[in-house]
Every structure is written in C-alpha cells, then in structure tokens.
Nanobody, 121 residues
Framework: QVQLVESGGGLVEPGGSLRLSCAAS????????MAWYRQAPGKERELVAR???????NYADSVKGRFTATRDNAKNTVFLQMDSLKPEDTAVYYC???????????????WGRGTQVTVAS
C-alpha cells in the first residue's frame, strides 16, 4: 500500500510564500510522475504543476513564474514552492503520484488527503 502525506499548508498574506511537501511511503513500488492539484470552493480540481522523474516540470498558466515544483526521487518526495501568493491561490492542494508496483506494467494513481492554503490579509 502507498500513502501520500502532504505538509506545509497554512494562512499567508498576499505576496507571501509557502512551501508544500508530499512524500510517498510504502514499499515495492517506484514513482513516476508526481503532481500538485488544487480545488477552490465551488470549483473543479485543477492541475497546478506536474513533475516527471527527469524533474521536468510543467505549470498551469496561472502560476507560471510564481510557483516552482521540484522532487527528490531518492525520497519519493515532491515539493511546491509558492511565491507571490494571491488570494485566488486559496484552495485545498492535493498531491498526486503515478505509482508502478513491482511486477505490474501499468501505473496506479494515488492522491494525498489535501492541505489547505489560504491567502488573505
């Protein structure tokens, strides 16, 4: 079994910064793409950033230049550095990982439970 455990959310003023972390725990697997999604009240879940095993990151247009996604493959961990935060970044942020279990061909998708990020004065 795999668990994704997120940390680092909280309340921050506009213009401030937060750093989210997500670690995949368990055994018998390797981690392919990892990503961060977010869901604001009344809105659908949207992709924020996705990072390949080669550490190539892609971002939503709304966060380009402000957010930086990185990963530590040795620790099966993905990070999201969020700078110049805006009130519209307020949402629950979810970690995603595409997991390949030993002996299986296809990936299975796993989600974290989410961490609240609130940007307000």
């Amino acid at each position: 079994q795999v668990q994704l455990v997120e940390s680092g959310g909280g309340l921050v003023e506009p213009g401030g910064s937060l750093r989210l972390s997500c670690a995949a725990s368990g055994s018998g697997f390797s981690v392919n793409d990892m990503a961060w999604y977010r869901q604001a009240p009344g809105k659908e879940r949207e992709l924020v950033a996705r990072v390949s095993t080669g550490e190539i990151a892609n971002y939503a247009d709304s966060v380009k230049g402000r957010f930086t996604a990185t990963r530590d493959n040795a620790k099966n961990t993905v990070f999201l550095q969020m700078d110049s935060l805006k009130p519209e970044d307020t949402a629950v942020y979810y970690c995603f990982a595409a997991i390949k279990f030993r002996g299986y061909i296809n990936n299975r998708n796993y989600w974290g439970r989410g961490t609240q990020v609130t940007v307000a004065s």
